[in-house]
C-alpha cells in the first residue's frame, strides 16, 4: 500500500507567528481592571489595531470595539491592552506568555492536563484536591520518575499549574452548563476575526469516529469470535473543508494496522486519502503534526486563511512542533463549544457517514440475498472508496455553506438562536428518505438470524451514540504515548488481521477490465438514452486503462532486466 509510511512534508521555519495568532478558550489567566474584557476580546483589539492602516487611534479603537462587542471602554483600558502587558497574546502558540512558570515534569503536567481536559470536556467538574491526588497516582505510575522523590504537590504547585494551562474554576449545573454564556462571548471575538477573511478562506477541521462495519444486529462478537474485538471496527476520520466547499482536503483515515490485508498493494492516492496508524486509532499529535505541515504545503505563500479547530489536546501539541506560516492563521474554539459552532459539526460529518452508511445498507442487502453474512465479506478497502466518493461526489457545496452558516462563523450570515433551531428542524426533515426504508430491507432480511432480536433501532444504527464518545478514562500509557513515547505493539501483526479488517477484495485482471469496458461500450450503444457524449467517455476511459496496461508491461520488463523505472 502506497503512502503508509511517506516522510511528513516540511516547510521552512516560519519567519514570524506574530500574525498567526492562534485563539483559544485557554488563554492565559491575567488580573484585569475590566472584568467584563475577555483575554480573546484583547487578543481581538490588539490585533485590529496591528493589522489597520494608518494605525488607528485610541479612540478609535474604543470605537471599534465598542461597534464589535457592544461594550465601551476607556482609552487607559486601550493602552493596557495594546501594551507589552498583553503582548503574549500575539504569539503563535497557544497558551503561552512570557515569563509564565516552567514545569519541573513535563511529562506529568501534559498527562494532568490531558486527564483535566477529557473530564472538563465531559462536564464533570475538576478541583484542585482531585488534580492533586491524579498527580499522585501518576507521578507512582510514571517509570521516569521512579527513582526520584514526589514532590509535595502544594498549593503553589498547584496555582503553577493552572498557570500554565489556564484553567480557571467554573461552576457546573447540569446540562446547562455544557455551553455557558461565556462561550458565546468568547465566541464574538473568533466571529470578528473570521469577519477579516473571505468565505473560500476559512476552514474548519475535525475528527469522528466511525463503526465500519457495525449491522443494525449489533455486535460482530459470535461463536469463536471474542467480543472485544469489537472496538477495532471502529476508525478515526479526519475532515477538513473550506467554507464554499470548493477546497475539500483529502480525508484522513487512521486505523490500528500500519498496512491492513485489505489495502495491501493499494494506490491511496488513486483512491484520495491518506492511510495513518496507532494501536487506538486515535488522532494522535504526531499525526497532527504530519496533518498541519500538508495542510500549510496546500495553501502555500500567497493565500491568507484562517483555519478553525477545536482545541483537542493532540492539537495543541501539534502546533508545538508545526507553527503556522505567516499567512496561516489558526483559532481554536472555546471548550464545550463545538456541538454549536464548529461548522463540521453542523451537519456536514453526519451527512458524509449517512452516504457510507447507505452504500453499506446496500451492500449488506446484495449479501443477505446470496445468502452470505455482509461481516465476512466485508473490507477496509470498500470503507476508504465509499468514504472518499461520498466526499467528493454527494456531500453538496449547499450542504457545507449551510452548515458554515448554521455555526454563525461565517461573516455576515449569523443567525439567531431561534432561526438556529428553526433551521435544525428543518434539516430533520431533509433526512435522506432512501435510508429509513433500506433499514426496513436490511432488519427484515436479519430476522431469522440469531441475533435478531438485538436489532438496534433506526436512529441508534444511523447516528451511533458511542461513535465518538470516549465513555473511559483513558490509561496513563495511552497518555503518555499521545505525548510522544512509542507505542511497541504498533508494527506487530494482529493474529486475527483478516477478520478485524476484512479480506483483500479479489483485484481483476488488466484483460478482464479491458474486455468489460468493450463490453459496456457494446451495451451503451443498445441503450435507449445514450448519447455521443457518453460514448466518447467511455472511448476515453479504454484508452486511459490501455495505456495504464502498456506501462504497467513496460516497467514490469524493465524490472525483469534489471533496470527501475522511473
Not at 248 to 262: C, E, M, N, S, V
Request: aromatic share 10%.
Amino acid at each position: 500500500m502506497q503512502d503508509s509510511t511517506s516522510p511528513s512534508p516540511s516547510l521552512p521555519p516560519a519567519p514570524s507567528v506574530r500574525s498567526s495568532v492562534i485563539l483559544s478558550a485557554k488563554l492565559p489567566y491575567v488580573k484585569r481592571s475590566n472584568a467584563t474584557i475577555s483575554d480573546a476580546q484583547r487578543k481581538a483589539l490588539r490585533i485590529f489595531a496591528s493589522e489597520t492602516h494608518p494605525k488607528p487611534t485610541q479612540k478609535a479603537c474604543a470605537a471599534w470595539f465598542h461597534e464589535k462587542f457592544g461594550r465601551i471602554i476607556d482609552r487607559t483600558t486601550v493602552s493596557r491592552t495594546l501594551s507589552s502587558q498583553y503582548s503574549y497574546l500575539d504569539n503563535g502558540e497557544a497558551g503561552t506568555k512570557s515569563g509564565k512558570s516552567t514545569a519541573h515534569w513535563p511529562l506529568l503536567d501534559e498527562a494532568l492536563f490531558q486527564w483535566q481536559q477529557r473530564h472538563t470536556e465531559k462536564g464533570f467538574p475538576i478541583t484542585g484536591p482531585l488534580i492533586r491526588l491524579k498527580a499522585e497516582e501518576y507521578w507512582k505510575k510514571i517509570p521516569m520518575y521512579q527513582d526520584q522523590t514526589m514532590p509535595a504537590f502544594s498549593d503553589g504547585w498547584l496555582t503553577g499549574f493552572k498557570r500554565r494551562y489556564s484553567i480557571r474554576w467554573h461552576t457546573f449545573h447540569g446540562e446547562a452548563a455544557s455551553v455557558p454564556d461565556s462561550i458565546h462571548h468568547e465566541m464574538k471575538a473568533i466571529q470578528v476575526i473570521c469577519d477579516e477573511y473571505a468565505p473560500e478562506d476559512i476552514y474548519n477541521m475535525d475528527e469522528t469516529g466511525l463503526y465500519w462495519r457495525r449491522m443494525p444486529n449489533g455486535g460482530l462478537a459470535s461463536e469463536g469470535r471474542p467480543g472485544q474485538k469489537r472496538d477495532k471496527t471502529r476508525i478515526t476520520i479526519v475532515v477538513a473543508s473550506n467554507t464554499t466547499g470548493s477546497d475539500r482536503l483529502p480525508l484522513w483515515i487512521i486505523g490500528t494496522a500500519k498496512t491492513p490485508h485489505a489495502l495491501r498493494g493499494v494506490n491511496m492516492a488513486s483512491i484520495g486519502c491518506k492511510w495513518r496508524y496507532n494501536k487506538k486509532a486515535w488522532m494522535r499529535h504526531e499525526i497532527m503534526e504530519q496533518w498541519l505541515r500538508t495542510f500549510y504545503l496546500r495553501i502555500g505563500r500567497q493565500r491568507r486563511v484562517l483555519l478553525l479547530m477545536d482545541n483537542f489536546s493532540a492539537h495543541l501539541m501539534a502546533l508545538k512542533k508545526a507553527l503556522p506560516p505567516s499567512n496561516i492563521r489558526i483559532v481554536f474554539f472555546p471548550a464545550n463549544a463545538t456541538s454549536i459552532y464548529q461548522p463540521l459539526d453542523q451537519g456536514i460529518i453526519q451527512n458524509l457517514k449517512h452516504y457510507y452508511r447507505k452504500s453499506w445498507m446496500y451492500w449488506m442487502i446484495s449479501m443477505l440475498d446470496r445468502g452470505i453474512d455482509p461481516r465476512e465479506r466485508m473490507s477496509l478497502n470498500y470503507t476508504l472508496r465509499w468514504l472518499t466518493q461520498a466526499w467528493r461526489t454527494k456531500v453538496t457545496n449547499e450542504t457545507i455553506q449551510n452548515c458554515y452558516i448554521k455555526s454563525t462563523v461565517v461573516p455576515g450570515c449569523r443567525l439567531s438562536r431561534q432561526d438556529q433551531a428553526d433551521q435544525d428542524q428543518t434539516e430533520s426533515n431533509l433526512l435522506d428518505p432512501e435510508l429509513k426504508p433500506l433499514y426496513n430491507q436490511v432488519v427484515e432480511k436479519l430476522a431469522f438470524q440469531p441475533d435478531a432480536d438485538e436489532i438496534l433501532p433506526f436512529d441508534e444504527f444511523l447516528n451511533p451514540s458511542d461513535e465518538n464518545v470516549d465513555t473511559t478514562e483513558p490509561e496513563l500509557d495511552d497518555i503518555i504515548i499521545n505525548l510522544g513515547g512509542e507505542d511497541i505493539d504498533d508494527d506487530l501483526p494482529d493474529p486475527d488481521e483478516e477478520y478485524i479488517f476484512g479480506p483483500k477484495p479479489e483485484v481483476p485482471s488488466d484483460t478482464v477490465i479491458l474486455r468489460h469496458l468493450s463490453d459496456l461500450s457494446l451495451w451503451a450503444a443498445h441503450r435507449e438514452g445514450c448519447t455521443e457524449e457518453h460514448m466518447s467517455s467511455i472511448e476515453a476511459l479504454s484508452k486511459a486503462f490501455k495505456k495504464l496496461e502498456v506501462d504497467g508491461k513496460r516497467e514490469k520488463t524493465l524490472m525483469e532486466m534489471g533496470f527501475k523505472p522511473k
